[in-house]
């Protein structure tokens, strides 16, 4: 069961959920927003200072810029691994590669 104030994210919509005052039984009013919507500001790996992570932007902007740079590495992560999410568009930053394809020329495992 969804509780009130409950955050619900269903593929690229996001809606909040309420207290339904008519008494319908209803517990959810959808307030469906797109998760980029255009109140979110647009980021870019030029848009950001690597140096260190002050927690913003959002982690879902960092993974879906991430989705854009390393769509490989970006597989392998889940959305939620801030730290892992930030190293690897900081490794694109610094070198201007693919994190994913640095790791592969090492020999190492991703993830």
């Not at 269903?10 to 797109?34: E, F, L, P, Q, Y």
């Amino acid at each position: 069961r969804v509780r009130e104030g409950e955050d619900i994210v269903d593929g690229g919509k996001c809606s909040r959920t309420t207290s339904d005052m008519s008494g319908n039984g209803s517990d959810i009013k959808d307030a469906d927003v797109d998760r980029m919507s255009s109140d979110s500001p647009t980021i870019s790996i030029s848009s950001i200072c690597w140096s260190e992570d002050t927690g913003s932007p959002p982690t879902t902007q960092l993974y879906s810029l991430l989705q854009s740079v390393d769509p490989v590495r970006a597989a392998v992560l889940h959305p939620r691994e801030r730290r892992k999410i930030w190293r690897s568009l900081q490794v694109f930053s610094q070198h201007g590669v693919s994190h994913s394809k640095l790791l592969e020329e090492q020999g190492c495992n991703t993830g």
